[in-house]
């Protein structure tokens, strides 16, 4: 049972170029987010798809956008990267059903140059 | 918004003692969760609390929710429990986690 996967697991990008993290989990979860750390903080929150179809912004939305494909799949694009986008992404889903636990994938740590 | 605040932010240890972490919230909740990032960046699911005790082997948690507070409780501390410890909150009675800043412990052997 693999959980929540993502990939890239590393990822270095120069000022404006663009590129799309990608999460998939089997745990049949309708609940996915995306969050990013910064050295030294907790947990921010990007974006979040409460289901399938339907996805709404979190705490730091700007310079980034989401597309919940299927149940399954909930990917991260930044169309035009810069340094403060520098920051380890993770990937999280979770049950619909309150209360619920979230599981975490393995993170990606993006650097902006 | 809920505000989510741990004590203590670092924390040293000698291998072998207990400690005690301290997860604030300033709503009611109905989730809480604790999680370790260990020093290789994984978090990892260590309770979901959101009120009572639980235990899993030297780690245990308590939730009074009534008094909007969690405890994490380490026994015989190993080199192995370093790293940074995250209690988190359901944001606006959501499912949307909402993260402390973290107590970061080291275990020196």
Request: charged share 15%.
């Amino acid at each position: 049972n693999a959980g929540v996967t993502q990939t890239p697991k590393f990822q270095v990008l120069k000022t404006g170029q663009s590129m799309t993290l990608q999460c998939a989990q089997d745990m049949n979860h309708n609940s996915m987010y995306w969050y990013r750390q910064d050295p030294g903080m907790g947990l921010r929150l990007i974006y979040y798809s409460a289901s399938e179809g339907t996805t709404d912004k979190g705490e730091v939305p700007n310079g980034y956008n989401v597309s919940r494909l299927n149940k399954r799949e909930f990917s991260l694009r930044l169309e035009s990267a810069a340094p403060s986008q520098t920051s380890v992404y993770f990937c999280a889903s979770s049950g619909t059903a309150v209360p619920t636990e979230a599981f975490f994938g393995q993170g990606t740590r993006l650097t902006v140059v | 918004g809920i505000q989510v605040e741990q004590s203590p932010p670092d924390l040293i240890l000698q291998e072998g003692a207990n400690s005690t972490l301290r997860c604030n919230f300033s709503d009611s909740v109905n989730n809480l969760q604790w999680f370790h990032q260990n020093p290789w960046g994984q978090l990892i699911n260590l309770f979901y609390i959101p009120s009572g005790t639980k235990q899993n082997g030297r780690l245990s948690a308590t939730t009074v929710a009534t008094e909007r507070y969690s405890l994490l409780y380490i026994s015989s501390s190993q080199t192995t429990d370093s790293g940074v410890y995250f209690c988190a909150v359901p944001m606006d009675s959501s499912y949307k986690l909402i993260f402390g800043s973290g107590t970061r412990l080291l275990v020196r052997p």
